[in-house]
């Protein structure tokens, strides 16, 4: 078949991409080689348009052992144990088939972790879903909850945390967001940097298909109308199959034989061969009739681009083939040498003993497009004034239910507790507090983790939202006794190529380095996931933050529950009572507009650690950081979780119980102090300068105030906790 430009097209690449591969080559590439350039060079593999403003991410740490490159981030933990972690997209996919798509995100992003050396020990998710009435939602729920516990329960790594939110801006685009947690030892970690001259190249795991054919493509395109023609490009997982290929990995890895490692994900072999080789600055030779296939009269074509799952790439020490192969046979699953490195630095494909592909490999790595996409500045809305007249017909206890039963806000046990949270074993804090929390096995330490998005205050304001979205994390983590060290990111945007999309994107990525920077809180790995767009309307930009902590002796782990009457309850942190962009804001008064809440850095820094600082004096009984919802439903949320009361003082600070009780300013805290720890724990937080007010003590029965609010702990409970089953039954 001759390559013409509309096939370039079809392929995804653009006129001038396909004018540019023709001048690099001095020819019209084969239509082999024209699959090369498709997956190499478009927007999920290549990062085209993102590459230019991800080198401003603030990756540096003391802790940090691999930054962004590799197939996941690196910190160190002590002992010579390193946490290996990463979040990825698989949200096209998902949308077009939830189950499957789910799962093998799920299956992708574990591999990433186990290539590195590391057995995975938790796995994390940020899912995202149009709005609750439209009427696909309910079913791309179920279906992405069953991907995400079928393989994640199947494989027996414990989902620990996550989060789910609703959005009509994810009718058309839904986010399925996965990461993973491996531990490691840090003398024993593997990269994907191949090396030496004729090194023979090994094909692991399962056999290739034709599933996922153009998946990388398809991640890196708008949906149309046409969508259902393009299920055929999701790949289908087997988590039985990769729990054989993690075990017969790591046992490979016990020795010194690989060189090299790389997981098969988007583009296949096609991405893992030519990234090895780059990486390494050496050329790759391949004969692909050694390739193991499952289905017949398979092409170069199909054969370098499927995306079926459960499969890596090796290069080995020469001479160890035997032994290497004896392990992957022991384990039932293929293993084939198709290769081997040479020092053409081209990539060299042979089938039926012809060459059906030659291209220099830094053409199609290192020379993919760099786009510098034209982008607006967001400005600042207006700030909005609420006067006494918008609160006079309102009702505290209602407005509390309302905002607590939101889809949003609500408990979301329905999908968690279709998640094993507690295979392997140590598993210290489930789902539904403010992180997980895994004790590193045989040990007293024990490592937290969450995942935080913001794309109400990312739309509102690009800048700040990032920033938001770091310091809520970093709160997380802290809230759980652990200190924070590392994040990875998942960035999830609409069409770069619109210059709104790209400005949300460009700016949020500065909110996040300058918050991470400010916290030393760096990005160690990360995904980008564009064109999250259906017929011309995109998602709200969506950046997903995943946070890494330590806990040095899990026996000093914290837990939002309020634990004993008569303990007094402090609010950390200034409240201003800011309500532009609050759920209160949205649900009660139907206001849209105005600023997301500021972010002070220096307050979140200082508030942070001086919190930090009175839970590692052991003065603290329970802890919750405030968000979404303000400083009622933090309360609430700590009163139905510990099954006690509380009863608030008379507040003094604000001329509105509304704007106090549901205002979302940033860098607050809820603590619970035993009665003879309140003088020491005061003396701290003044040494620090740190704002904080007595709001109350923990009862026993109701949560009440004044004479506005009384509702029983069952009350609140049920209103909090039957949203979600009542929708997915209904």
Not at 130 to 148: A, D, E, F, M
Not at 351 to 365: E, R
Request: with cysteine; glycine share 8%.
């Amino acid at each position: 078949m001759e390559v013409t430009e509309k096939i370039a097209v079809d392929h995804g690449l653009k006129k001038e991409e396909f004018a540019k591969i023709c001048e690099l080559l001095k020819r019209i590439p084969n239509i082999t080689e024209l699959a090369l350039f498709s997956a190499m060079w478009n927007e999920h593999c290549s990062y085209k348009s993102s590459r230019k403003h991800l080198k401003n991410l603030h990756t540096k740490g003391k802790k940090v052992i691999q930054g962004p490159g590799e197939n996941a981030g690196i910190i160190d933990i002590g002992d010579d144990d390193a946490i290996v972690f990463k979040i990825e997209s698989h949200n096209h996919p998902s949308f077009i088939e939830p189950y499957q798509g789910a799962a093998t995100g799920v299956g992708g992003i574990m591999r990433d972790v186990f290539t590195m050396g590391a057995r995975p020990i938790a796995n994390l998710n940020s899912i995202h879903f149009g709005s609750p009435q439209n009427k696909k939602t309910k079913n791309l729920l179920r279906g992405v909850v069953k991907g995400i516990g079928g393989y994640g329960n199947c494989i027996g790594v414990p989902t620990i945390a996550g989060q789910t939110c609703f959005d009509e801006s994810y009718n058309g685009n839904i986010l399925v967001n996965a990461m993973t947690l491996g531990l490691v030892n840090k003398n024993k970690i593997f990269y994907s940097k191949a090396a030496g001259i004729n090194k023979p190249v090994i094909y692991v795991g399962s056999k290739t298909g034709r599933d996922g054919i153009h998946g990388a493509s398809m991640a890196s395109a708008i949906f149309d109308e046409k969508i259902e023609e393009k299920k055929p490009t999701v790949q289908v997982g087997d988590p039985f199959t990769e729990k054989l290929l993690l075990e017969a990995c790591l046992e490979l890895m016990a020795d010194n034989s690989i060189i090299a490692i790389q997981d098969m994900g988007a583009a296949g072999l096609t991405s893992s061969s030519i990234e090895m080789a780059s990486k390494g600055k050496l050329g790759i030779e391949i004969n692909l009739n050694k390739v193991p296939c499952r289905e017949e009269k398979m092409t170069p074509y199909e054969i370098m681009l499927s995306e079926s799952q459960e499969r890596m790439l090796i290069v080995l020490e020469k001479g160890m083939e035997d032994k290497a192969k004896k392990i992957f046979d022991k384990w039932n699953l293929d293993f084939a040498v198709i290769g081997k490195t040479t020092n053409s630095k081209k990539i060299e494909l042979y089938f039926d003993k012809i060459k059906v592909a030659d291209v220099p490999i830094n053409l199609l790595a290192e020379n993919a497009p760099m786009y510098d996409r034209k982008w607006k500045k967001n400005k600042l809305p207006q700030k909005i004034k609420f006067k006494k007249e918008d609160f006079k017909s309102l009702n505290l206890s209602d407005c509390l239910k309302k905002i607590i039963s939101n889809p949003n806000i609500s408990n979301k046990q329905w999908i968690w507790n279709q998640y094993d949270h507690t295979v392997m074993g140590d598993t210290i804090q489930k789902p539904g507090g403010d992180a997980g929390v895994v004790r590193v096995h045989g040990t007293n330490k024990a490592v937290a983790a969450c995942v935080d998005s913001s794309a109400l205050y990312c739309y509102a304001h690009p800048l700040t939202g990032g920033k938001q979205v770091v310091c809520e994390s970093w709160r997380n983590l802290i809230s759980v006794g652990s200190e924070p060290i590392a994040i990875t990111n998942c960035l999830n945007f609409g069409n770069p190529e619109k210059e709104k999309n790209m400005g949300e994107f460009v700016e949020c990525v500065q909110g996040i380095s300058d918050a991470s920077k400010y916290l030393n809180f760096p990005v160690v790995s990360g995904n980008v996931s564009f064109y999250n767009e259906t017929k011309d309307k995109g998602i709200k930009p969506t950046p997903s933050i995943g946070g890494v902590g330590l806990i040095k002796d899990y026996k000093n782990m914290i837990t939002m529950d309020f634990k004993n009457p008569d303990n007094i309850i402090l609010v950390i942190g200034k409240t201003e009572g800011h309500l532009p962009q609050s759920i209160f804001a949205r649900e009660i008064l139907s206001e849209k507009k105005g600023p997301p809440p500021e972010i002070n850095l220096f307050n979140e820094k200082n508030n942070g650690e001086s919190v930090a600082k009175i839970i590692k004096e052991k003065l603290v009984e329970a802890c919750h950081d405030v968000s979404l919802g303000g400083i009622l439903v933090a309360i609430a949320k700590m009163c139905i979780k510990g099954q006690k009361g509380a009863k608030l003082n008379n507040i003094k600070s604000l001329t509105s119980k509304y704007e106090y009780f549901f205002g979302e300013d940033q860098g607050r805290y809820i603590i619970e102090v035993k009665k003879e720890n309140l003088k020491k724990v005061n003396e701290l937080l003044k040494e620090n300068s740190v704002h904080f007010e007595e709001i109350g003590k923990v009862t026993t029965d109701n949560l009440s105030y004044n004479n506005v609010l009384k509702i029983s702990i069952e009350d609140l409970n049920k209103t909090y906790t039957n949203w979600l089953s009542n929708y997915m039954v209904n």
